[in-house]
T-cell receptor
Framework: NAGVMQNPRHLVRRRGQEARLRCSPM?????VYWYRQLPEEGLKFMVY????????ESGMPKERFSAEFPKEGPSILRIQQVVRGDSAAYFC???????????FGQGTRLTVV | QQQVKQSPQSLIVQKGGISIINCAYE??????FPWYQQFPGKGPALLIA?????SEKKEGRFTISFNKSAKQFSLHIMDSQPGDSATYFC??????????FGTGTSLTVIP
């Protein structure tokens, strides 16, 4: 049973470009969370999705950031017009249900140059 | 506002010693308290978790102690090993909601 898969592992974008981060949850998991981590800091919640629905996006910046979890395929975190401050590690986690363990992927390290 | 407060920020322990990391929370709706271990360049890995209906849970060298009335929980690592050197995060969640993470504890186990 493969774990949570994130790709790419590393992503370099120039300022103003778009970044698309993908997360394939564990098999059977329909709940996906996205978190952001800055160096030497904790994990900051961004968005919680359940197949085709956004459950909680209270941690997501109102502009430039969007997330989706379609019926088929991975969850996507999209950052438009990236700025240097978007450089961070982005992790997704998946759960089987609302009251089960959450497992994290290895993250995507975004560098904006 | 930090929903989960974690201490200490860093910890140095001799090999064979006990590492203790503490967390506190305010939201009484939290009903799930996991601990994660993270190595540099890797994602957080679930270590052990507890629910408020028990006061202690042990898995191998790792034990969670939970004090519901004080709204505190802690991770104890017995017989600490150099391979345990990592950053540890506590977290809390209410059913159906996001996880709130502590700020992390950097543990170094000296041989």
């Amino acid at each position: 049973n493969a774990g949570v898969m994130q790709n790419p592992r590393h992503l370099v974008r120039r300022r103003g470009q778009e970044a698309r981060l993908r997360c394939s949850p564990m098999k059977g998991h329909s709940h996906v969370y996205w978190y952001r981590q800055l160096p030497e800091e904790g994990l900051k919640f961004m968005v919680y999705l359940q197949k085709e629905n956004i459950i909680d996006e209270s941690g997501m910046p109102k502009e430039r950031f969007s997330a989706e979890f379609p019926k088929e395929g991975p969850s996507i975190l999209r950052i438009q017009q990236v700025v240097r401050g978007d450089s961070a590690a982005y992790f997704c986690a998946s759960r089987l249900g609302v009251n089960t363990e959450a497992f994290f992927g290895q993250g995507t390290r975004l560098t904006v140059v | 506002q930090q929903q989960v407060k974690q201490s200490p920020q860093s910890l140095i322990v001799q090999k064979g010693g006990i590492s203790i990391i503490n967390c506190a929370y305010e939201n009484t709706a939290f009903d799930y308290f996991p601990w994660y271990q993270q190595f540099p360049g890797k994602g957080p890995a679930l270590l052990i978790a507890i629910r408020p209906d028990v006061s202690e849970k042990k898995e191998g060298r790792f034990t969670i102690s939970f004090n519901k009335s004080a709204k505190q929980f802690s991770l104890h690592i017995m017989d600490s090993q150099p391979g345990d050197s990592a950053t540890y995060f506590c977290a809390a969640a209410a059913t159906g909601n996001q996880f709130y993470f502590g700020t992390g504890t950097s543990l170094t186990v000296i041989p």
